[in-house]
């Protein structure tokens, strides 16, 4: 930085270079926690680049990806979302070899062969299942994905031990997921310990509110434990959850144009898209999360950081809603307040990129080399563990099941 131009000429020049390396970051017409097409209850994925043919669209996403698949054979990303699909459908038998097919086009893919250790130990073959889970961490010990899939494997074949060390690494590298926790207390519970599972299912639900499957194993454990009035609350709770996610379905034909509108670059009608579902659910920080991003992408600094903000007072901990809320300082040049937030993103998730990148440029517009070149390192680092994990289970609503 030429520290020797006048003041406000060093402040437009500092402004230009974070501008410019905030609005350059992978996924920027898609920013993180930007909308995102998913399941009821799903979060948003991080934005990776182009997305598969018929991403987010279940019911006419597999027509577009065979033909696809016509134009480009043998292509490991089409393979692996067929079998994505396939499997999400219950059609098990095509998601084995469109994911067998994907790692004989790519061995090392690890969210292929994630995927097919899904479908293998939702047919039984447990065994199958660990051996493809071991070939992944043999590539990332700490892959997140495969030892939560590990975890879950150990409870369902009755080994709470194997189960609750499993989850417990999970944890230890990621202690904002919420599904760790719940399979930690699936694990804890078969071995008897309830009122450790019961912690457990209620960290998860702290981190996951309207989790349905802490709140069904809760209020099971409360009637067990002899506390019916607690059971009546978690069952009451249970109940409000399924109500949310039959509104979750019917504001998908919403969420799903917004989705598409932002991916086009049409901000204002994903904006009215996303406002319909504002109205119909208020208490939906997802939704808020997205008009966070969609007044972002306007240029309405304002707005975003009042839907910003609303998204963290219903869910303090959204690391993707804290990204943007930092993001949105920057762009303010309000770096103090960006590397806080920003720190904030990062604590509630670990493993999470993109809050690394944008401290990067603030570090940049700072002038502070040796910060930057960290930061970018640290990026780096995770985006090449997260391309494993594109078929990780996704914390949601339903959890994973027992």
């Given amino acids: 930085m030429p520290f020797g131009l006048p003041r406000s000429a060093r402040l437009r020049a500092r402004a230009a270079i974070l501008a410019a390396t905030l609005c350059l970051a992978p996924g920027c017409g898609e920013p993180p926690g930007a909308p995102a097409a998913v399941a009821p209850g799903e979060a948003a994925p991080l934005a990776s680049g182009p997305r598969p043919p018929g991403a987010g669209d279940p019911e006419g996403a597999e027509p577009r990806l065979l033909e696809a698949l016509q134009r480009a054979p ?222 972002l992408a306007l240029g309405e600094h304002a707005r975003a950081r009042q839907a910003l903000e609303r998204c963290l007072e219903l869910q303090p901990r959204n690391e993707r809603a804290l990204a943007e809320l930092g993001r949105l300082h920057a762009l303010g040049n309000r770096l103090d307040e960006a590397v806080r937030v920003l720190q904030e993103a990062i604590s509630a998730n670990p493993e999470f990129a993109e809050p690394h990148y944008y401290l990067a440029g603030v570090h940049m517009a700072r002038g502070e080399p040796d910060l930057f070149r960290m930061e970018m390192r640290r990026y780096e680092e995770l985006r090449a563990r997260s391309q494993g994990s594109a078929m990780e289970m996704v914390p949601g609503a339903g959890g994973v099941r027992p």
């Fill in 74 to 295: 043998g292509d490991a990303a089409i393979l692996e979302a067929l079998g994505a699909l396939y499997a999400r459908t219950d059609r098990l038998k095509q998601a084995e070899s469109s994911f067998r097919a994907a790692l004989g086009a790519r061995p090392d893919s690890q969210g292929a062969r994630l995927g097919l250790a899904g479908v293998l130990s939702d047919t039984g073959r447990y065994d199958e299942a660990l051996a493809q889970i071991a070939a992944a961490r043999r590539r990332d010990p700490d892959n997140a994905a495969a030892l939560l899939r590990e975890a879950l494997l150990e409870a369902r074949r009755g080994r709470p031990r194997e189960a609750v060390a499993a989850a417990s690494r999970v944890i230890g590298l990621q202690p904002g997921n919420a599904e760790a926790h719940y399979v930690l207390g699936l694990a804890v519970e078969q071995s008897g310990a309830f009122e450790d599972a019961a912690a457990a299912y209620r960290r998860a639900q702290e981190i996951a509110p309207g989790h349905l499957g802490s709140l069904s194993h809760l209020a099971t454990l409360a009637m067990r434990l002899g506390r019916p009035a607690e059971a009546a609350r978690w069952r009451s709770a249970h109940q409000e959850a399924l109500l949310r996610g039959r509104v979750e379905e019917r504001v998908r034909g919403h969420r799903l144009r917004g989705v598409e509108a932002f991916n086009r670059g049409d901000y204002r009608a994903a904006l009215d898209a996303f406002l319909a579902i504002a109205r119909e659910d208020p208490r939906d920080p997802q939704v808020h999360l997205h008009l966070g991003s969609t007044h």
